[in-house]
């Protein structure tokens, strides 16, 4: 398995550009997740999903925008990209159907993968 | 909401053990996770409680007190390796969904 994949690695925009940071995961979660993580500091949930065609907003969802229409792939968009915009993005993945039956499993069926960031500067 | 604490920096040294501290307050609380970070790099999973008490795995464990609204993170043994940030998370049901908050995070560095 790839776990989880992210493109590109890393990119500059200039600011009002447009783009979209691509995720994809082969491990069949259910559950995925977009973080930025600015600099010394932990990461904020942007958008999740809790599976194909059901997305729901995190913390920090202004300016950002998402779409689930397959199990694997959760693209971020950013329409307007703005300066306070330059971070490291995450994307993550896990399994979470466990939860909606009150069942308990292993602790490895619940970690989040994460992978390996996208470097993103706006100027 | 969840509010999420973490002492932001410890210093320990080679060979010796630290405690890393997280507070939270959260409704519908499912988990408790530890993560692990290096610099530059992504999260990885260290630890998951949902049951009070102690987990142990090699020179890494994780205590839990969901009365209390507290966990730490034991590390023995410190190698220079262990240097890194150290992130709490916390798991809340939320609309039949679960969502996962992580605190700020523990800078911790290693001395010889």
């Known amino acids: 398995n790839a776990g989880v994949t992210q493109t590109p690695k890393f990119r500059i925009l200039k600011i009002g550009q447009s783009m979209t940071l691509q995720c994809t995961q082969d491990m069949n979660h259910n559950y995925m997740y977009w973080y930025r993580q600015d600099p010394g500091m932990g990461l904020k949930l942007i958008y999740y999903?809790?599976?194909?065609?059901?997305?729901d907003k995190g913390e920090v969802p202004n300016g950002y925008n998402v779409s689930r229409s397959t199990t694997e792939d959760f693209p971020l968009r950013l329409e307007l990209a703005a300066p306070s915009q330059t971070s490291v993005y995450f994307c993550?993945?896990?399994?979470?159907?466990?939860?909606?039956?009150?069942?308990?499993?292993?602790?490895?069926?619940?970690?989040?993968?994460f992978g390996p960031g996208t470097r993103l500067t706006v100027t | 909401g969840q509010n999420i604490d973490q002492p932001t920096e410890m210093t320990a040294t080679e060979g010796a053990i630290v405690q890393i501290n997280c507070t939270y307050q959260t409704s519908g609380f499912n988990g408790l996770f530890w993560y692990q970070q290096h610099a530059g790099e992504a999260p990885t999973f260290l630890s998951y409680?949902?049951?009070?008490g102690l987990e142990e795995k090699g020179r890494f464990s994780s205590f839990l007190s969901r009365s209390k609204g507290y966990s730490y993170l034991l590390l023995k043994e410190l190698q220079m390796k262990d240097s890194a940030s150290y992130l709490c998370a916390v798991r809340a049901l939320s609309g039949g969904y679960q969502k996962v908050t992580f605190g700020t995070g523990t800078k911790l560095q290693v001395i010889p």
């Open positions: 409680n949902v049951l009070d």
């Open positions: 993550a993945s896990s399994y979470g159907l466990r939860d909606r039956q009150g069942t308990s499993g292993s602790d490895t069926d619940y970690e989040q993968y």
């Open positions: 999903s809790v599976g194909a065609g059901i997305t």
